[in-house]
């Protein structure tokens, strides 16, 4: 048993229809309800409750001060490596971009952290494209062992791997994998990622089961908006989620909001998703679900990041680069995409705290197990 | 479509499950039964003299479409269940078992440890194992992970009639849960059981209040209809309690600038 059999009896145009037939009667009748269902969500999603999503964002925002305070987790991510033996259309690292690759080097490693820590980071999320000779289990591993005694949280965001692979590093220290589908419409899936390990759809939409047989304490998923209909794909999303719930009871879960940005090689997104779009979204998983992490990263502007702490977000980056060893070790390397919010950790911190909320910056240890 | 609750390789049409303790005769106890419709009837196996063919019980649970779940009520350890259960399947023809392990005489609270160990090892027996537990959610997904067929938690205190007291408990349970949610004990009255059903519990076993009521038969009829009507307003969704939203200055103005 796996995601596969839940995701297989779903289809894609049924759904679609579903959702831009609902009728502002049937929001006003889901936003009554105290406990809303995956079939409320897709409710909440539609263009029907456009006109509630004020009502939306105060029962969002009061839900995750219910649950998670007046808090804001910190993360930045740290890329050791674009080499990539994927096509992927939207992205900078993809096979057929011809830039110059790199792969960080201990010393180089070492370098990116000391910058990192001093900015006050304890939660750190390393990634890297697809390149399983150079970069495969037993450079993730090392590199994991190489900063374990500087983090109290690492998360990684690489390939999808075995469930044998994804125990080793768990005992390394690993907390938690990011593995984002893309999208859940298997046609268009394969339009972009034509070639490479990551054009097998059914290995990637299965990479979470392996993780919650091997123990992981947080999953994190997500669509990249911009390949398909954002709503369609949300609701395989929130689908995922919670199959995932039920089924890894003991792991945590996190949702995350990557928008299609400008980078070399850049595709236009087939479907636009606006900001009020996204602030829909955000709030409906909220009311679905009070306890899952929802994540925005440095994508998003300045002025979005500004209001979404208060719309059910609990963890943002910061001053993210995208490229290997962007902070200190090789600023130059071709960077995967281009944020959009450019401002440094200690502006977040300061905006963040101006709003009445606390920055954290470790919530968690390493070195219990 | 027809609403029937599958639990292992059995469907039962009524999700009342009842007992067949407490009653005034073996007689009453047959009418309220057949009045209930229960399908699923439990028989603590130290009542039952399972050397007798024609045991007085047994002879008056003949019924075709009542199957009887034997449990293992009076004992206090896993080992003592594991022996009693695999007595019970050689009794009584069934690989079924209701696990009852409570140390405590008084209030017949279960052990949560005996009945992890028991369930994990009835169910490599090959046993069909229906455990009776706290309304504890970690403790149901830890015996859905040894492999029972359903949970059985209570609603309050065995025998106390008192509803169902562990209400936030059960509404996790059955918000988690992949196998059937069964409440067991402590179901005083068909408005409880309506209310369980309507939480979205897939049926409820109900012995003391049926037994100890004047009249059993009008008792268990009351059950029948009370847990019906719960399942069918479960399944046509309740209308929503009001909700209203504190008031705050706008959160989402910024999008029109």
Sequence with gaps: MSFKNTFNNYNWNTLEREIYQVSTKEVAAVLEKEKISLNDFKTLISPAAKPFIESMARRSNSLTKKRFGNTIQMYIPMYLSNECQNICTY??????????????????ILKEVNHIKSLGYDHILLVTGEANKTVGVSYIKHAIDLIRSQFANI?????????????????????????????????TYKIH?????????????????????????????????????????????????????????????????????????????????????????????????????????????????????????????????????????????????EISDERSTAEIKTMIESQGYEVVWKDWANNWE | MKDILKIADKTFNSRLFTGTGKFSSPQNMKDAILASKSELVTVALKRVDIENESDDMLTHLKAKHINLLPNTSGVRTAKEAIFASQLA?????????KLEIHPDPKYLLP????????????????????????????????LEEVGVQCVMPLGAPIGSNKGI??????????????????????????????F??????????????????????????????????????????????????????????????
């Design chain 2, 89 to 97: 399947r050689e009794a009584l023809k069934t690989n079924w078992i």
């Design chain 1, 91 to 108: 992205c900078g690292f993809s096979m057929t971009n011809k830039i110059p690759r790199k792969t960080l080097t201990d010393a180089e």
């Design chain 1, 155 to 187: 998360s990684i965001e690489v390939q999808p791997l075995d469930q044998d692979e994804y125990e080793t590093l768990i005992s390394a220290g690993l907390y938690a994998v990011l593995v984002y589908q893309e999208t859940y419409h298997k046609a």
């Design chain 2, 111 to 142: 052990d949560p440890i005996e009945t992890l160990k028991a369930a994990e090892e009835l169910v490599r027996l090959g046993f069909v194992v229906m455990p009776y537990i706290h309304a504890d959610p970690v403790l149901c997904k830890r």
């Design chain 1, 193 to 337: 990622h034509p070639k490479g390990k990551k054009s097998n759809f059914d290995y990637r939409l299965d990479t979470p089961d392996r993780l919650g047989r091997a123990g992981i304490h947080k999953i994190g998923l997500g669509a990249l908006f911009g390949l398909e209909d954002w709503r369609v794909d949300s609701f395989y999303t929130a689908l995922h989620l919670k199959y995932l719930q039920k089924t890894y009871w003991k792991t945590k879960y996190s949702i995350s909001f990557p928008r299609l940005r400008p980078h070399q090689g850049g595709l236009d997104p087939k479907v636009e998703m606006t900001d009020a779009d996204l602030v829909q979204l955000i709030c409906a998983y909220r009311l679905l679900d009070e306890d899952v992490e929802l994540s925005m990263s440095t994508r998003e502007s300045e002025v979005f990041r500004n209001h979404c702490i208060h719309l059910g977000i609990t963890s943002i980056s910061a001053e993210s680069k995208t490229n290997p060893g962007g902070y200190t070790a090789e600023p130059e390397s071709l960077e995967q995409f």
């Design chain 2, 165 to 194: 007291k562990t209400l936030e408990f059960l509404e996790i349970i059955i918000d988690q849960s992949n196998v059937p949610v069964i409440v067991d004990a402590g179901i005083g009255a068909p408005s409880h059981a309506a």
């Design chain 2, 196 to 257: 369980a059903m309507e939480l979205g519990a897939d049926a409820v076993l109900v012995n003391t209040a049926i037994a100890v009521s004047q009249n059993p038969v009008q008792m268990g009829m009351a059950f029948k209809q009370a847990v019906e009507a719960g399942r069918l307003a479960y399944n046509a969704k309740l209308a929503p309690v009001k909700n209203h939203a504190e008031a705050s200055s706008p959160l989402t103005s910024f999008l029109n600038n």
